[in-house]
């Protein structure tokens, strides 16, 4: 911290500004649950190169700023994660805080300021405890979903009023009739023994002077609901409840507060049943109208029970599920009067209805992936989930959607009784609502699809937490796919929060031993296949997200704080992958998964990959190991860093020691030989050589699983192998990325081969293990936003950025764009006869350089680049 000189005072930089003051609490909600926020913010100005050299952030209780706390001038280039500079916010404090930086002018003017209240920080604040139908215990299968509800009197205006609430179960909470939000399924998922998410809703437009009433119904979620392909009930509890506190502020400073507690009422209503897997069931004739609002004659409805406060309550950080899209669809009746509806892409949602017909007439919807032989729907790949919705109407016109469930498809069929019309479909597609900030774009349409598939499947699958799947009895959050797609994650979505939030989990599930489970939220996966050697608990590559995952978001996002919270759960699984190396240096003691899904695996067992599955375990020990030295540098941890530096190395030579002729004889091997340092230096450019080789041999055909898919572009191309890596991309045939496409793939599919070339889909083989929306070969997007387009961040946040592009094949232009922390970055590139036009544009507060690609020269000097736009005019050339 250093004080402003006399010149910097008197200078000014009235061409920049100071923008989008945020937080790390990316929930949207009016509260947030850090008493000392991290706060960042973003730079906008009419003029070039423009780099933050100092900031001072003013902390206050109102816009004067008079009495303001101060940070001082604080010299930093960087705009995000910054520490809160005042006393810790108690909780519902109210503060304001606003931004200057200077820069080479000198300072801005201050920023707009922005609000940040505190949530509830500490347990005591609640004095509400969880309540629930007393009969509602201990079922054995889904049933009538829990109601309660609580009326009570405002003797005057509300002025302020918020509402903190969550539940065990997935809760919908409405005040006077009117829903607290638009948010679905809330609190989420998460390891809720340990940490139970709560939401803070201002709530003071719904209330009035007079009787209100207070209501929700709690479904049963992911609390009580199945999960697996065991379909397990009651994994969290045999219960579901809804904790509320309403607190209110009357003209004239009073305080009302409303809590859950024994003297509300619980009951129950049209929702006869709700389950993830299986769907929704609701009953028109059981629906007690105005339950929801004041006046409602309760008597009959049973007192709730009460439950002691569930331990780690804290307020959501994260965006919450929403309804992101709506399609409208044009269903076609087929010859059995059903009514088919297709959806024209793979998503994840419900069919919302307009129906009418008599009392006690039915509905029944029905969903999948993709249709059988006959043009029906193949729902055997579903597994156990029933993926079902049904209705009986209570007479008349009716408005349908289900409730506390979702299905993946992108074809459904709606069957009816006699005497019910269905008026109108759509399709409602759901997600945690995260910020779109990354588009790509090229001349190849195939390429755009491909594109698109990978982001309606990161948009299906980021649902709460990171999914494998959300059509099947299963979609859990399986370690293994995000470590592949968290990079491709990073750049399309604002992850940040979301996966923040999926790591903290990851940390409390983490064993004693540093062994980190398969999926996250842990749950009881039961036995695994017999495998020759013993099971770790954990897998190579899947426990790797302790250290790929937070790499990802620090890489993207520049949040140091996010690093540091994250180290130990780092360093604790690099600790136990480096306690399980043999006498040799190598991780060959223990079954792995390998590979995953390698397309020469034998289909009904994926884990047999042509990579030697020991292999793939020390290489990924050294990547982490790696990763986890370059976090101990970032933070400050020299020995550390030292420390696992020589772990990588160690462990990368006995992986070459071992298994360096055998790694050069698959595309898996010799990308990870290249991309996480196994290879010696001398011999890089020879195993380079080897997979281009390998790729030629395969006649442009894709050789990789899981684990080997993510890496294998990026080898080729930082070995000069760009026309390998093209044919790769753009290769038609079956295993392939374009080969999805061509069969009519929406989304990206779990097997390369999911439909055969004849178009017939295997269910034999493959057995059920079948979805057409999984992200996990989707980690080819983070290439093309890298090495097609030419858009790559060198420094943490995109603070540095690198262009360059790296035109290829067929194409004849591309381009890609990126909201990074400082603002927009962009670069399009064009090829006309010999000439290769590139225009990028670098956000203020960042710097970048250009790198030509081979066989294009510059005609005019390239040194760095300032922020602004830039056009550069290469041509061809041959060096």
């Not at 949602?349 to 006690?360: C, E, Q, S, V």
Request: hydrophobic share 40%; net charge negative; glycine share 10%.
């Amino acid at each position: 911290m250093t004080t402003p000189s006399f010149e910097a005072l008197r200078t000014a930089d009235t061409a920049t500004t100071v923008t989008g003051l945020r937080t790390a609490d990316d929930s949207g909600l009016v509260a947030t649950p850090y008493p000392e926020p991290r706060l960042s913010w973003s730079l906008a100005s009419d003029r070039p190169g423009v780099l933050q050299h100092a900031y001072e952030v003013q902390v206050a209780s109102d816009r004067s700023f008079t009495g303001a706390v101060s940070s001082g001038e604080v010299d930093s280039g960087v705009v995000t994660d910054h520490p809160w500079p005042a006393g810790p916010l108690g909780s519902r404090e109210a503060l304001l805080w606003r931004v200057r930086v200077r820069t080479d002018l000198g300072w801005t003017e201050w920023s707009e300021p922005a609000r940040v209240e505190a949530a509830l920080l500490d347990d005591g604040d609640w004095t509400a405890r969880p309540v629930h139908v007393p009969g509602d215990r201990g079922r054995t299968s889904p049933g009538p979903v829990p109601l309660l509800r609580r009326e009570f009197d405002l003797p005057a205006e509300p002025v302020s009023a918020r509402l903190y609430v969550t539940s065990l179960g997935v809760h919908r909470t409405a005040v006077n009739g009117r829903p607290v939000s638009d948010e679905l399924l809330e609190p989420g998922w998460t390891s809720y023994s340990n940490r139970l998410l709560y939401a803070t809703y201002d709530v003071t437009g719904l209330l009035s002077p007079g009787r209100n009433a207070l209501s929700a119904a709690v479904g049963d979620g992911w609390y009580r609901g199945h999960l697996t392909w065991h379909k397990h009930r009651d994994v969290y509890g045999d219960t579901c409840a809804l904790l509320a506190q309403l607190e209110v502020t009357l003209v004239g400073g009073r305080t009302v507060t409303v809590g859950t507690d024994d003297q509300w009422r619980s009951g129950y209503g049209d929702l006869r049943a709700a389950d993830l897997y299986d769907g929704c069931e609701r009953d028109l004739r059981h629906e007690p109208h105005g339950w929801q609002l004041p006046g409602f004659d309760d008597r009959a409805w049973e007192r709730a029970a009460a439950l002691p406060l569930p331990s780690g309550l804290t307020q959501r950080a994260h965006p919450p599920v929403r309804v992101v899209r709506v399609i409208q669809p044009e269903p076609r009746t087929l010859p059995d009067g059903t009514l088919a509806v297709d959806a024209g892409e793979n998503i994840t949602g419900w069919l919302r209805l307009r129906a009418d017909g008599p009392a006690g007439s039915t509905i029944t919807v029905r969903h999948a992936e993709v249709l059988d032989g006959d043009g029906r729907l193949l729902t055997s790949i579903l597994r156990g989930a029933r993926a079902t919705d049904r209705y009986t109407l209570s007479g008349g016109p009716a408005e349908l959607e289900p409730e506390f469930t979702f299905h993946g498809f992108r074809y459904a069929e709606i069957d009816v009784s006699p005497g019910v019309s269905v008026e109108r479909v759509e399709v409602t597609v759901v997600a945690s609502d995260l910020r779109r900030i990354g588009e790509f774009h090229c001349s190849d349409e195939r390429v755009n699809a491909l594109y698109a598939n990978v982001v309606r499947s990161q948009r299906g699958n980021f649902l709460a937490v990171p999914t494998d799947c959300p059509q099947r009895d299963e979609r859990l959050g399986w370690t293994g796919d995000i470590m592949a797609f968290a990079p491709t994650a990073c750049a399309t979505f604002d992850s940040r929060a979301f996966l923040d939030s999926w790591l903290t989990d990851l940390g409390i599930e983490q064993r004693p031993d540093g062994a980190v489970p398969l999926v996250i939220p842990d749950v009881d996966l039961g036995e695994l296949p017999p495998m020759d050697l013993p099971f770790a608990g954990t897998a190579a590559g899947w426990g790797d997200a302790a250290t790929v995952v937070p790499a990802a978001l620090f890489d993207a996002y520049g949040h140091r704080a996010l690093l540091g919270r994250h180290y130990a759960t780092m360093r604790a699984w690099v600790e136990f992958t480096a306690g399980r190396l043999d006498d040799d240096g190598t991780w060959s003691g223990n079954a792995q998964l390998g590979d995953w899904l390698d397309p020469a695996a034998p289909p009904e067992d994926p884990a047999r990959a042509t990579t030697d599955s020991a292999y793939v375990a020390t290489a990924f020990v050294a990547h982490s190991a790696r990763l986890l030295a370059d976090a101990a540098r970032e933070l400050g941890r020299a020995e550390d860093a030292d420390r696992y530096t020589d772990l990588h190395r160690r462990t990368a030579e006995a992986a070459w020691r071992k298994w360096g002729d055998h790694a050069r004889t698959t595309q898996t091997g010799c990308a990870l030989a290249l991309e996480f340092g196994i290879a010696p230096a001398a011999e890089r450019a020879a195993v380079g050589e080897s997979l281009a080789a390998l790729v030629r041999a395969n006649s442009g055909r894709i050789a990789t699983g899981f684990l080997g898919t993510p890496f294998v572009l990026p080898a080729l191309t930082a070995g000069g192998h760009t026309a390998e890596a093209y044919r790769l991309l753009l290769n038609t045939e079956c295993p392939g990325w374009l080969y999805q496409v061509e069969r009519g793939a929406t989304t990206m599919w779990e097997r390369w081969d999911a439909i055969r070339p004849d178009g017939t889909i295997d269910t034999e083989k493959a057995g059920t293990m079948l979805s057409f929306n999984h992200y996990a070969y989707g980690s080819v997007a983070a290439w093309l936003y890298r090495s097609v387009a030419g858009l790559r961040a060198t420094g943490p946040g995109y603070r540095t950025i690198e262009i360059a592009p790296r035109p290829g094949s067929t194409l004849s232009s591309a381009g890609a764009s990126i909201t990074t922390p400082y603002g927009p970055a962009s670069v399009d590139w064009t090829i006309s006869g010999d000439t290769l036009t590139v225009k990028a544009e670098l956000p203020p507060g960042t710097t970048g350089r250009f790198l030509p690609p081979e066989g294009w020269c510059s005609e005019q000097a390239v040194g760095g680049l300032g922020s602004g736009g830039h056009r550069l005019v290469l041509r061809a050339c041959t060096r």
